[in-house]
């Protein structure tokens, strides 16, 4: 087995809100080995982004974040200070975000925005840090990399600037590369080259990556693993294979029913929906957090917590008190 | 860049030129400026005699292009009470104001910048309220009061400042301060209010996912974008102390332009009233101007575009 | 749990408070709402019923009873009688400072109703019809911006003489700009709004529109502007008056009140101190209740 570059155990955030408590990221635990892609899928607000900007110690200052382990490489961060976290952030665990329009300071060129890991967490030169620079940008593929470096990001599209963005957490050689939803506020075809892009960078610089998403499709194409978030929780988690070919909890199957699947889908059939609302995540909670809105709710899925269980093979654990039914097949609620 | 340039600078002219109408048909306010200048015991002849001198039986678009041309060119006329040309008195006395308006503002900026960064670091906490509460305080006193009040303490009772002159540096304290602190408040509001939108702000986000130290995120990528528009705040208050300065530099009898503008009020001497406004309001254009071109190239979209 | 039922979701539609209850309560809870508008409406009532309350004629000279100090000094001359003393012709401090009131809450209010008419009417303009309307009350702006509105008040009251409505056109005809900035900007901001939009597709006259549909939605900053130059419109008397070209003796205006004391500040300083502070207070209370609408009437605004 590879090594673990990120081990969590028990992550969990609570923001004070008015009107109680706000607990949008329970008892999270997740792995991550070199070399290997895990996808946290999910609806916006199930907790998935707070979960990334949790690790690398973003969390706005209202938020606590407790976790019972949350290593990088064997190293414990929970009780570092700020101070050791910033050594660790966009050195060896680096970000990437979803607006690339926006996370660029629009007042300095890309060449110093690029610098800036570099002459943080390294001991270079200006002349290397230059050079390192430039070699990133056309790693990433931005052609003429020594004149961009001169420019603002003004001048660059969206896709070029994701490039920038991604060449910016790499340049340090992170161990652990975050991703939230890197493609979304792109084009499609956009999509396609960065994803690509960031799959085939990941192997040549043997990191591990967390590729946070809503598309299930993107998951598809890059992940090694999956884990589905619900409502602050974690109701899936296994392999690509074992999550596409037996999804056990019944958001997972309500999920998958609403991509269209070529052969199956015909064309101007219905795609599932999932019918209901994301339930409140303010004060604590009780039983299954999906009850709401599942169509096989019983009355003991209301009961206790719900722990996950052992699925169809090594590592699939899922969320839910009952047995799965016929894979892949269970026909979207109505 | 270069068209935002020239636009920039057609207004500023046309502007002026407007300015320059509204100053001259001033003196016409009062009526007839040769029977006013004359005094109440001169004679029809009397009057008949200082009209044709200073040229007012002219048609009064005539009398605003020779005047706007002699202004242009730096002649403003003859003051009517120190019989010395105007040009000559004012620019005797603008460096004395300058020096006032620049320490003030240094004093405005020194004050309410950082503690409009502290506020928004730290918003709802101590030096937020502290820095609320100075505002508020700020904006209500009368600042001819609030120079009063400091001449009572720091000049009579505790004697640590001198409470007149324009001669050393210790006179430009009180004066400054009093014509300051009534700027800081607007500064320190549009500061804070700008690091909290800058501080909110994805790229401030990235700046910190690479692990910058916090005064890097700070002052490098927070200040750098929240400063934009204090800088044209600035220039216009600038503009504002100056023309405010009258209030200021009589209580200090400061010899400055603003005091020079209050004796010749009192003196009736139109034509150097009529060029202190004229030059103050072209340096507030002028300002204004500098500012606008500071900010497009502080502001890298507008300064490459 | 978040169950929205049509029926119930209805009745609490129907029993939650009202838009303008609830902005009355977040005004209320306004510490400086609340303290702004006791203040305020403080000094108006003092103002209003200066005749009534005030103990002496503020115009009334004793000139064997000058330079009373108020009653809280230690001194064998301070009496009940003038509880603010007298001032240096034997006046009623207390009688001349209730008047005052009078004189700063008149200015105050007529200039700043002045320069709405004015400020709004070219802000709107502007901000409404666009293009070359807006360029030329743009240009106009930044003609009044760039003259000295101090330096330009005293020059024009010494030559057109002075008395107290031509202090308050002076004033009103000066102080506009902040009128005309925020109200370009806000219809700017509602003229491509659905709602502008369908009334001119419905065929509204533009003055309806302006007048129905405009002006209701930029009621709220144009209130909160009009705090701000009331109190900016009673600083700029108080400065004019002090230097002796605004509200002329023997009227009892707090700036010349300030100015006549100038003199005999080193030996009796609670001559500036009175009027000063009275000042202050207004001046606070006005601005406060205007941060306090601003809060209320924009919660998603505050900080």
Known sequence: ?334 | MLAYLLRRLGVAVLVALTVSLITFSMIYLSGDPAVALAGESATEEDIESIRRYYGYDRPILVQYLDWLGRALTGDFGQSHYLKAPVAEVIFERLPTTMLLGACALTFALVLSIPLGVLAAIRPNSLIDRLALTIAVIGQAMPSFWFALTMVLWFGITWRLLPITGSDSWANFVMPSIALGYYVTPAVMRLTRAGMLDVLATDYIRTARAKGLRPHTVLFKHALRNAIIPVVSLAAVQFGFMLGGSIVIETIFAINGLGYLAWESIQRADLPMMQAIVLVLSVFYILLTFLADMLNAWLDPRLRTA | MAVTDPVTGAAEAVLAPSPAARMRGRAFGHAGFVLGAVILIGIFAMALLAPMVAPHDPFDQVLDRKLIPPVWFDSAKATWEHPLGTDQLGRDYLSRLLYGARISLLIGFAAMLISMVIGTAIGVAGGYFGGRVDMVCNFIITTRLSLPVVLVAIAVVSLVGSSLSVVIWVLGLLIWDRFAVVMRAATMQLRGRDFVTAAEAIGCSRARIILSEIMPNVMNSLIVVATVEMAHAILLEAALSFLGLGVQPPEPSWGLMISEAKGLMFFDGWLIAIPGAALFLLVLSINLLGDGLRDVTAPENRS
């Open chain 1, 1 to 334: 087995m590879a090594e673990q570059v990120l081990e969590v155990e028990g992550l969990s955030v609570d923001i004070p809100v008015t009107g109680g408590m706000l607990h949008p990221v329970q008892e999270v635990s997740l792995t991550v080995a070199r070399g290997e892609t895990l996808a946290i899928v999910g609806e916006s607000g199930c907790g998935k982004s707070l979960t990334s900007l949790s690790l690398m110690g973003l969390l706005p200052s209202r938020a606590e974040r407790r976790a019972r382990r949350l290593s990088l490489l064997g190293e414990e961060l929970a009780g570092k200070s700020e101070r050791a976290m910033s050594d660790i952030r966009g050195n060896r665990m680096s970000m990437i975000f979803q607006e690339p329009m926006t996370s660029l300071n629009p007042a300095y060129t890309i060449g110093d925005q690029l610098a800036e890991p570099l002459e943080r967490h390294t001991r270079l030169s200006r002349r290397e840090v230059r050079e390192r620079a430039v070699e990133m940008l056309e790693r990433v593929g931005i052609t003429a990399a020594a004149s961009r470096l001169g420019q603002y990001p003004h001048q660059l599209s969206g896709g070029l600037r994701q490039r920038v963005m991604i060449a910016m957490a790499l340049i340090c050689n992170p161990d652990l590369l975050i991703a939230d939803e890197p493609t979304t506020a792109l084009d499609v075809t956009i999509q396609a080259q960065i994803l690509h892009l960031m799959a085939e960078l990941q192997r040549e610089f043997h990191a591990g990556m967390i590729l946070i998403t809503h598309d299930l499709g993107v998951v598809a194409r890059v992940a090694d693993r999956v884990a589905v978030m619900y409502a602050g929780q974690i109701v899936e988690t296994g392999t690509a294979a074992q999550i596409y070919g037996a999804p056990s909890h019944p958001y997972t199957r309500g999920l998958l029913s609403c991509i269209p699947i070529p052969g199956r889908s015909r064309p101007g059939e219905h795609l599932g929906a999932i019918p209901g609302v994301v339930p409140s995540l303010i004060g604590r909670m009780e039983g299954c957090h999906f009850a709401d809105r599942c169509a096989l709710v019983e009355p003991r899925c209301r009961k206790g917590d719900i722990a996950l269980r052992d699925g169809s093979g090594s590592g699939h654990r899922y969320r839910c008190v009952l047995d799965p039914e016929t894979p892949a097949t269970q026909e979207a609620p109505a």
